[in-house]
């Protein structure tokens, strides 16, 4: 048994998937604060994001809680660990949680957004995979603003596969507004109704995409 099991089991009496406590932030603090500031709780989180194993409880802990905000934003920013193990784990081991929809704290959101290079990831790693019945929610969001503060959304629309795009425009269509309000009429007026968000997904790529790659992403996607 990998140590961050034995965490998982210890947080399984303290809360469950979906748990509306985190929403309280004073409260999820009071339960969470001391159990992070032993040193083997912190040798188990370590353990749960390098090992590619889940654990939907301890990464609730850490993006939920302002010590465990902090203790990411340290090891990311002090200790030097790849914050590609962070996001993995919150772009695919969210399943538990995508129906309490709680926000992920402010402090590791803002780093997320617009911290350093420490926290620049690779679009093809990640978003090819990703879908919303398994990230946290809003890990997405904040991973889709950084690129686009960046000046690299084109980026968004060359990995994420077309199904994801136009099943993301159904359930959170925010994700992708400001692209969204930018389609020129002309492109508006190919969508068809009662094709609307395959097609509206269709005009999002051909108007943030090179027009040889959005043709030849389209032709090979199954919408």
């Excluded at 949680?97 to 679009?123: C, M, N, S």
């Excluded at 990640?126 to 929610?137: D, E």
Aim: with cysteine.
């Amino acid at each position: 048994m990998y140590d961050f099991q034995l965490l998982d089991r210890a947080l399984s009496k303290v809360f469950h998937p979906n748990d509306p406590v985190v929403l309280d932030e004073e409260a999820f603090d009071n339960l969470i604060d001391p159990m992070l500031q032993k040193r083997t709780c912190k040798e188990n989180v370590q353990a749960y994001l390098s090992s590619g194993s889940t654990s939907p409880r301890i990464l609730a802990m850490l993006i939920y809680s302002a010590a465990g905000n902090q203790q990411l934003i340290d090891w990311v920013e002090e200790k030097g660990m790849p914050v590609r193990l962070l996001y993995s784990c919150m772009i695919f081991d969210g399943a538990a949680w995508v129906q309490l929809d709680a926000p992920i704290r402010a402090a590791l959101a803002e780093r997320i957004v617009t911290g350093g290079e420490k926290w620049d990831f690779d679009p093809a790693e990640f978003l090819q995979g990703v879908a919303p019945s398994n990230a946290f929610p809003g890990a997405l969001d904040l991973l889709v603003k950084r690129l686009r503060a960046q000046g690299n959304v084109t980026q968004v629309y060359r990995h994420l596969p077309l199904e994801t795009i136009a099943l993301y425009l159904e359930t959170q269509p925010s994700l992708f507004q400001p692209e969204i309000d930018a389609l020129s009429d002309d492109i508006r007026a190919l969508i068809n109704p009662d094709y609307y968000f395959e097609d509206l997904t269709k005009c999002l790529i051909r108007q943030n995409m090179e027009r040889t790659e959005a043709i030849a992403k389209v032709l090979g996607s199954k919408l």
